[in-house]
DNA sequence: GTGAAAGCGCTAACAC
DNA sequence: GTGTTAGCGCTTTCAC
């Protein structure tokens, strides 16, 4: 424990000059003479002072704080995202509140809430559902910019980062219709969120651009962790049968590979996979797994621009909202091949 | 956007009470009459007046915030960790500041003394060096409690929260004993922290028990997303190989699998696999694995305990530190078999 | 450039 | 049980 709790008065007293003087130091502020600037840092020194963020946030209304909302942190996708998050603003003096939405509304609305309270600066959210009205209508009372984390939202005036996965799609896609794959199975989480609806959006219009009906093929899980095994192992073996396949995370990747060696199936000589996500598993695989890829870092600068454009003022409080699009890295690896 | 700041005195104002009657509305104290209560509640309710957090925090020197601060949050073992963290404070109102401390040292006394300059009503952490003496000075000229995630430093005042790793090793090893397995390769990742210090006391405890000597199949990894793939691999075509393995996260554990399974060692009827720690990779892989599993939600409430009493003043901030063991339960899948 | 003083919104101590 | 008042520790006018 330390002795005794320093105020800015102790530093301005040790310092013989006033309270607002030292205030002005700690705040960088520019009127400061080198003099007395020297005096209150060597003050604060001695006597080890440490700001009550707390007063300081109450006097200036700021409290350099960002309230995150992800669905659940255990989804590998929100973990990466949060962590570059956390990066990014603690450059900036920021800290990060971290709440789970767990795509029920009750909870988003209480958590959003929460922020509100809390006097958050900001706020990066990425809601289960994006046409709750009262969601929609907190987020317009709310006195904070907020960004969107790949979510679209129209009645509200957040602005938003989003994801180019049609254009990932199309990508892939057209890159195993090249090999000469025309039956290309997808795998998916069966929620009507936009990473999902734009997926499926971008795959047929690769399907319809090249010419070709979209197939039904596509498999849609319960959950983000679901095992997609029995569906795939049914297609695999049915008459009609895909020769390639694009999944979504992890889990579902997993236990699509079993289905696939389960089969009797060669990556990549029998049938090509492609992840929607890279991870270490991607990239350790054996063979290594062609995955379509985001820059976590790239997405965080842009959210924390988006936030503190607004913050700073350089971008009205009350300007329309804007929209940033992340692209999608095609990175190639032995998992696809030319069909034989 | 709302239209004004609704402050306590706006409140006080509507209900024609005072400030200090709306304040103990506010914080649910007990002598306050139902009629000034109805009054004042209804105001509020009119008003829709959200309380400064900020202000009450100030005044009443509680920000009902805790900090956490663990390596990565992109570890499952931490996401699913701060997750039930999350649920478990929440639930009292509670809400939780997330750091990385990334095992650097420098990193984390940055992280913590922000948790003391935002004056967090707790701190819940896992420091990457157990015996860093910068590490252990500013944690003990911290004001507030704190708990250890699975951490031993015994030079400060914090509480711990262990798990009981020698106690779920001992399990699992005298199990495959049982089985007719003799050779036991254990995979971990190469850290000097507690879980893999204890992991090891633990297996060769279980060794030394049954009266053999602790064989050299001890593989570890830089780190926690490694591939262990090409030294098992050696391992299984050397000599003396291995007949069953215990390995440490998913990462490790799936490029184990597909070192046996290169060898065209067939799981369980060849060789048997125990995971450290559950997931639903476990749970979904054919075969399902037996796994050292811990209870999250359990140990979640735990760590809230141990705070929380000492916030409370059940437990003097003073008093010595305190530690509570959680157990590992062994889940037997069918991923482990009789040796034939 | 610097000091004095007001007050951010609330709680707690003290009257009554 | 309720009202009044003094701060929590700081930033921010506003004089000078």
């Not at 129209?154 to 994801?163: K, V």
């Not at 069966?190 to 971008?202: L, M, Q, T």
């Not at 695989?285 to 454009?309: F, M, N």
């Not at 700073?312 to 095609?330: K, N």
Request: aromatic content about 6%; glycine content about 4%; proline content about 6%.
């Amino acid at each position: 424990m330390q002795d005794k709790k320093i105020r800015i008065q102790d530093v301005a007293a040790m310092a013989g000059v006033s309270v607002g003087s030292a205030s002005r130091v700690l705040n960088q502020a520019a009127n400061v003479s080198p003099d007395v600037r020297a005096k209150v840092e060597h003050a604060m020194a001695q006597l080890e002072y440490q700001p009550s963020h707390t007063a300081r946030a109450l006097r200036s209304r700021s409290s350099r704080t960002i309230g995150c909302m992800f669905s659940d942190i255990t989804n590998p996708l929100y973990a990466r995202a949060f962590r570059t998050l956390e990066d990014a603003f603690r450059a900036d003096g920021y800290m990060l509140l971290l709440a789970h939405g767990l795509n029920d509304v009750e909870r988003e609305l209480e958590s959003l809430r929460t922020f509100q309270t809390r006097g958050m600066d900001g706020v990066i959210c990425a809601p289960g559902h994006e046409r709750a009205p009262e969601l929609v209508a907190l987020m317009n009372s709310m006195s904070m910019p907020i960004v969107l984390y790949d979510r679209e939202m129209p009645d509200t005036r957040a602005d938003a980062l989003l994801f180019d996965h049609v254009r990932g799609m199309k990508d892939a896609c057209n890159q195993l219709f090249a090999f000469g794959h025309e039956r290309i199975a997808l795998a998916l989480w069966n929620a009507d969120s936009r990473p999902v609806r734009k997926r499926i959006e971008g795959y047929k219009a690769a399907y319809c651009a090249a010419g070709m009906e979209p197939p039904d093929l596509i498999l849609r899980q319960p959950t983000p962790t679901s095992s997609v095994y029995e569906d795939l192992l049914r297609m695999l073996e049915g008459p009609a049968p895909p020769t390639a396949l694009i999944a979504q995370g992890t889990h579902i990747l997993v236990s699509a590979l079993r289905a696939v060696a389960r089969t009797g199936r060669r990556v990549p000589q029998d049938f090509s996979v492609v992840s929607i996500g890279d991870s270490d598993f991607t990239q350790t695989h054996d063979p290594p797994i062609t995955a379509l890829r985001t820059d976590a870092e790239l997405v965080a600068a842009h959210a924390k621009a988006l936030l503190l454009d607004r913050l700073s003022g350089r971008v009205q409080i009350v300007a329309p909202p804007r929209t940033v699009v992340a692209p999608y890295a095609l990175i190639e690896r032995a998992s696809w091949a030319t069909r034989r």
